[in-house]
């Protein structure tokens, strides 16, 4: 019974909060009244900001983002250029002179920890500025 | 107010000061959802900042089979739920309901009553206590002031259902003030 009582006083006050004219008069029940209480309550939450800087936060990490791939998308292809360039290199010296490839190569095996040493040496270079120099300069 | 039509083709075409604009329309009623369903303040702005870059990647699959405020809300809806999933660990959460209502008559404290600054505290208090269904169906009905279809579009839950959850939620809420004005 008492389900019911409040259903309908539910329906009742969301009617006439929709403008819909109600017959019934519930003015002077306290379970009205505090019904239309919570009702006017649950309308608005205090807590949410009205100014929060959300929008240009996310605008500003999608820029980060797009960044992010033009970079990749950047190094690829000088990356792509590069070996482009080298295959093309490769073959013309492999076409004119055969003997000063066989002499760069065993002057690469022959010394294939200083290049291994070089290598390694770019690699590290650029992950430390990649995780160490650019970072600071975001928050510099 | 632009044309959603317009400012969607603008976004698509990289303008991101359109999208700022979108966001701004739809802030609301993402932070009101992501609010009530996560409860924890310091995930919040992750998560609403989450639910927005899902909708910058995906603005393109929207086809306008809906309105775009259903279809920002079921990403915010399903992005918070996720959340609270991955860090309650509650595959089920339909079982929050079942433990709220045999336990919430217990719950209330009169010296946790008698700390509450004003009635309108109170009543943010109790509704953080609720399930998340309940809260979820009461931030999107009265917060959001969407319908009983739009809830059950973005919920998935039956419309029967967001019904019940509301009127259920309401009525304990009515109950608690009950208490609390005696």
Known sequence: MENMDDEEIQRLIEQQLKGIQVSVNLENDKDTKLYRLLFTELSHDPSILKDSPLAQSVVHQIQMEQEKWEHFYYTLIIAAVAIFIGSLTYLALAMNNSNLLNIIGQFLISNKTVCLFIMVCFCLIQVLDKYLVKKNEQFS | ?182
């Open chain 2, 1 to 182: 107010m632009q044309n959603e039509e317009e400012i969607i083709s603008r976004v698509l075409n990289g303008d991101l000061n359109s999208f700022k604009l979108l966001v701004k329309q739809y802030e609301r009623l993402v932070t009101c959802m992501v609010k009530r369903v996560i409860q924890h303040q310091e995930d919040e702005e992750d998560t609403c900042q989450e639910v927005f870059i899902k909708v910058y990647k995906n603005l393109s699959s929207f086809k306008f089979q809906s309105k775009l405020s259903t279809w920002i809300a079921q990403i915010a809806y399903s992005t918070a739920l996720n959340h609270v999933r991955k860090f309650s660990g509650k595959k089920n959460l339909t079982s929050d309901i079942a433990e709220f209502e045999n336990f919430h008559q217990i719950t209330d404290n009169p010296e946790s009553i008698l700390l509450k600054k004003n009635t309108s505290e109170f009543i943010q208090n109790e509704i953080k206590k609720l399930p998340l269904q309940y809260r979820t169906v009461l931030t999107l009905y009265h917060l959001n002031e969407l319908s009983y279809h739009e809830i059950e579009e973005i919920t998935g839950m039956p419309e029967g259902t967001v019904k019940s959850y509301l009127f259920r939620a309401r009525k304990l809420l009515k109950d608690k003030l009950k208490n609390y004005f005696k």
